[in-house]
């Protein structure tokens, strides 16, 4: 039988507690089944000395350049994946060959903070063993890709040498903490950073198995049953994610994150947080059960009240989640499940005091502000615009050696943005014309929106191909063709300067977030795509699909009838995503939350 795990909390008594969730929750696929009949990885994570596997003695199997299938799912909670090249997949086929496999690491990163150290510390390691690039992912971090398994270890060193890991980053465990990134509002941000950067380092899981395997640290005793006080052996059902959003910007997405705060100020003091419970944008297209969902505000918390917050939540989830089918287990199905108000009562029994009301807030966008701002703390903050996330040098524009350059010259702080730009933060504002003088050395142009359509500025891609093994049409590497073709239309219909949002993925499973963008594809097949519309222009409304299974052509053809009508016909101030559901031409729309309207 495989036991439940505590919860480890402060009692943070404020009010009452309102009385116990009155319905009986329904236990017959969570944590307290017996393991034969739980999904296969539950009984994998259970036997795995807490994560620590044979991942050690697999890295240096010599006959393959693989791990085995266990070792490969337990190195996603170290932040590894293995991946092949899958443009040279076929061709290694008929040759008989392995696929060409290499790993994909990625790291954690809180809040998208990055010194110029740790920058230039990423950089040399992308150089020097990540095929001279690394990515920016839209959870504000950072990857490596091709990396050889024989690298693995130096990475991770690395990493260490300037206070990085990979821990977290992947596996059932809450990931990579979100941060609002709003440059404007550089006082507020910094209070809110450092609850994001509390709560990561409280949801972290704590195993020693990774200091064992990456760097030869042997544990002084077995590992036991005080290796992880909050997650146990079987740590959550699925992944956990977790975002703080400084209104009016939502460039987190707080809608689409398990576990949302969002920020509640009072004169640019941090107060406390709405809790926002429940998104989560994966689905897959031959399964109708699973479907993306906005998250639910479900009250406000003070700050002192977002440690016991967060155990609770995830506790919840930890608890109950479905651990017999993984399609099943996001903390968005239990919810549905189970019933929002049985949840939250549960969660506010587990507290021991009720949420309060949640306040008012309003966002405006979930985009970047894009180029040079003046903090409120009077230092400057340039927001470069990075395609899809890719820092790689490509003819003119040197973007890898230029930042280089910069964190080099020690002149501000690296902040990733969650929709894989890069903000060169906490400038001083004598060091701008030199900051300025650098990038424009490496043809990187620090006044981004010059020359750009605002709707690629508001565009994000994921990888796709050619390493993400579920890919099933490009994404990165098609995207911006698109947006040229589309932006011929946008320049005919005199729209070039309207910001739209538009999110373009390898697969349904949506690691950029379509679901929530004005004008969204998702992968079908090599060159076909799922059109969706109508998504609310700060995240707020899921959007429809209108089109299945299409080719350029038509993608093309929609989207110059839908743009043509919103030049002409939209009232003032209308967003694309609004119009094309008052125009008709999207379908049954979902409501929004339109907490702020
Ligand atoms: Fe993701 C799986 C890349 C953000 C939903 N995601 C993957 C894998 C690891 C493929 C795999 O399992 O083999 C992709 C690796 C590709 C590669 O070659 O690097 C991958 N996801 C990414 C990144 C790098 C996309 C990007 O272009 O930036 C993002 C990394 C974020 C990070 O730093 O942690 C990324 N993935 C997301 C997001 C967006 C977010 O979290 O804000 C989502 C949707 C939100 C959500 O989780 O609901 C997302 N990724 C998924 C899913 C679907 C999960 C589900 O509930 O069904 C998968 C597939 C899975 O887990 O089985 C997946
Ligand atoms: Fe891969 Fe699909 Fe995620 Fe794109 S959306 S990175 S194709 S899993």
């Not at 009986?24 to 009949?37: G, T």
């Not at 994921?462 to 589309?486: D, F, N, Q, S, W």
Request: net charge negative.
């Amino acid at each position: 039988m495989a036991p439940t795990t505590k919860t480890t909390r402060k009692p943070a008594a404020k009010k009452p507690a309102p009385p116990a969730a009155t319905v009986e929750i329904d236990r017959s696929r969570d944590l307290s089944r017996p393991l034969e009949e739980l999904a296969p990885e539950e009984r994998m994570k259970f036997e795995s000395d807490y994560l620590a596997g044979s991942i050690t003695t697999d890295l240096i199997d010599e006959i393959t350049l693989a791990v085995d299938e266990n070792n490969n799912k337990l190195m996603k909670f170290h932040g590894i994946y293995q991946q092949d090249d899958r443009d040279i997949r076929d061709e290694r086929r008929r040759q008989k060959l392995e696929p060409f496999f290499t790993f994909m690491l990625r790291g954690r990163m809180p809040g998208g903070v990055c010194t110029a150290e740790q920058w230039l510390k990423i950089d040399e390691l992308g150089r020097t063993y990540g095929n001279d690039q690394f990515r920016l992912t839209t959870r504000q971090t950072f990857q490596f890709h091709y990396l050889n398994r024989n690298a693995l270890r130096e990475v991770m060193l690395g990493l260490r040498d300037v206070g990085l890991d990979g821990k977290a980053a992947c596996g059932d465990v809450a990931r990579t903490v979100m941060s609002g990134v709003h440059p404007g509002l550089t006082k507020l941000h910094k209070q809110v950073y450092e609850q994001a950067q509390l709560a990561s380092d409280h949801v972290i899981h704590k195993t020693s198995a990774y200091e064992e395997i990456w760097f030869g640290e042997k544990p002084e005793q077995p590992r036991g049953e005080s290796e992880e006080p909050f997650y146990g052996k079987q740590y959550m059902p699925r992944k956990f994610k977790i975002g703080f959003a400084v209104p009016p910007s939502n460039d987190i997405d707080i809608y689409s994150q398990d576990l949302g705060f969002v920020a509640i100020a009072n004169r640019g003091k941090l107060k406390g947080f709405n809790v926002v419970i429940g998104g989560g944008m994966g689905r897959a297209d031959n399964a109708p059960a699973t479907y993306p969902r906005l998250g639910d505000v479900i009250g406000y918390i003070d700050v002192d009240q977002l440690q016991p917050t967060l155990d609770a939540v995830m506790g919840v989830q930890r608890d109950f989640g479905d651990r017999v089918t993984r399609a099943h287990a996001r903390f968005k199905y239990t919810i549905d499940d189970k019933g929002l108000d049985v949840i939250t009562g549960e969660i506010e029994r587990r507290l021991g005091f009720a949420l309060a009301p949640a306040k008012t807030f309003a966002f405006t966008s979930n985009g970047d502000d894009l180029g040079w701002t003046t903090g409120d703390d009077g230092l400057e903050h340039c927001t470069l615009f990075i395609e899809s996330g890719r820092i790689i040098d490509r003819g003119e524009r040197r973007l890898m050696t230029g930042l280089r350059a910069v964190a080099d010259a020690g002149l501000c702080v690296f902040r990733l943005t969650p929709n894989q730009s890069v903000i060169l933060s906490d400038v001083l504002p004598e060091d701008r014309p030199k900051v300025e003088a650098i990038l424009a050395e490496h043809g990187i142009d620090n006044a981004p929106t010059k020359g750009r359509s605002a709707l690629r500025l508001n565009s994000m891609a994921c990888v796709a191909m050619p390493t993400c093994g579920l890919a099933m049409a490009e994404a990165e590497r098609y995207l911006p063709e698109l947006i040229t073709k589309i932006e011929g239309q946008l320049e005919k219909h005199g729209l070039t300067e309207d910001p739209i949002t538009i999110r373009m993925t390898g697969c349904p499973n949506g690691c950029a977030r379509p679901y929530i963008a004005e004008i969204a594809l998702t992968g079908r097949a090599p060159g076909k795509y799922n059109l969706y519309l109508g998504a609310g222009f700060h995240g707020q409304r899921l959007n429809k699909m209108v089109r299945e299974n299409v080719g350029e052509d038509v993608i093309l053809e929609v989207l110059d009838e839908c743009l043509g009508a919103y030049a002409k016909d939209r009232k003032d101030g209308e967003r694309f995503g609004d119009f094309v559901v008052r125009a008709g031409f999207v379908a049954e729309v979902t409501a929004g939350r339109n907490f702020n309207d």
